[in-house]
């Protein structure tokens, strides 16, 4: 079975609470961490980038060469300004002709309703999935101090507010938020983990094995 690797660059991707590491850096570097693992142990990676449509599209293959490839390619890019995640991973479902485990790297911060079918899409068609939902810690924990102005990083809309007053409210909306992806995964056999990029990615990749392992036991 080949690997098929979905990064997602869309504008919300960019977002970087301390201004150093984004969600798209963050995911850079955990899909070449699990790239190198899936060629070491002689399958085939292939890549997709995306974000409203389908950016590239490299076929899979074993190979150390074919993995600096595909990593010069993710690094070429960075977030686009719109999203259409949805639409854009039912695209890439369809251009897969062979049985998969497709391993995608977003936020999944777009309509999940949508989102949920696209996933079930490639459930669909008897691929195997992997989502690993990378979101900046201040997105999960809504830890914000002082005033701020909220900027919409596509549309470019803002908003003033006090964060500490909203915050009890947003995580409660945030956590339903993401229990909504975790739910939906489970009920289609989808190993869903959310990930924050304060951790270290070496570090998640690691345990996460280590814990594939354990139940394959």
Same mark, same amino acid.
């Given at each position: 079975?080949?690997?098929?690797?979905?990064?997602?660059?869309?504008?919300?991707?960019?977002?970087?609470?301390?201004?150093?590491?984004?969600?798209?850096?963050?995911?850079?570097?955990?899909?070449?961490?699990?790239?190198?693992?899936?060629?070491?142990?002689?399958?085939?990676?292939?890549?997709?980038?995306?974000?409203?449509?389908?950016?590239?599209?490299?076929?899979?293959?074993?190979?150390?060469?074919?993995?600096?490839?595909?990593?010069?390619?993710?690094?070429? %890019?960075?977030?686009?300004?719109?999203?259409?995640?949805?639409?854009?991973?039912?695209?890439?479902?369809?251009?897969?002709?062979?049985?998969?485990?497709?391993?995608?790297?977003?936020?999944?911060?777009?309509?999940?309703?949508?989102?949920?079918?696209?996933?079930?899409?490639?459930?669909?068609?008897?691929?195997?999935?992997?989502?690993?939902?990378?979101?900046?810690?201040?997105?999960?924990?809504?830890?914000?101090?002082?005033?701020?102005?909220?900027?919409?990083?596509?549309?470019?809309?803002?908003?003033?507010?006090?964060?500490?007053?909203?915050?009890?409210?947003?995580?409660?909306?945030?956590?339903?938020?993401?229990?909504?992806?975790?739910?939906?995964?489970?009920?289609?056999?989808?190993?869903?983990?959310?990930?924050?990029?304060?951790?270290? %990615?070496?570090?998640?990749?690691?345990?996460?094995?280590?814990?594939?392992?354990?139940?394959?036991?």
């Amino acid at each position: 079975m080949c690997r098929i690797a979905g990064v997602d660059r869309s504008a919300s991707m960019a977002y970087s609470s301390d201004g150093r590491q984004s969600k798209y850096d963050y995911a850079c570097h955990l899909a070449a961490a699990i790239g190198y693992i899936v060629v070491k142990a002689k399958d085939s990676l292939g890549l997709c980038v995306y974000a409203d449509k389908v950016d590239a599209n490299i076929g899979a293959r074993n190979s150390f060469s074919h993995l600096n490839n595909a990593l010069a390619t993710l690094k070429g %890019f960075a977030p686009a300004s719109t999203t259409s995640t949805a639409q854009t991973l039912h695209r890439i479902a369809d251009s897969i002709r062979r049985r998969a485990l497709v391993i995608l790297f977003s936020d999944l911060l777009d309509e999940q309703t949508d989102v949920v079918r696209a996933i079930a899409h490639f459930r669909k068609l008897h691929h195997d999935v992997i989502i690993f939902n990378v979101l900046d810690p201040m997105e999960v924990d809504f830890t914000f101090r002082k005033g701020a102005e909220f900027v919409d990083m596509e549309s470019g809309e803002t908003v003033v507010a006090d964060p500490r007053s909203m915050a009890d409210n947003y995580r409660k909306l945030f956590g339903a938020f993401l229990e909504g992806y975790r739910k939906s995964c489970a009920e289609m056999n989808v190993d869903y983990r959310m990930v924050k990029t304060n951790e270290p %990615f070496d570090t998640f990749v690691r345990a996460y094995l280590e814990e594939r392992k354990r139940f394959s036991r």
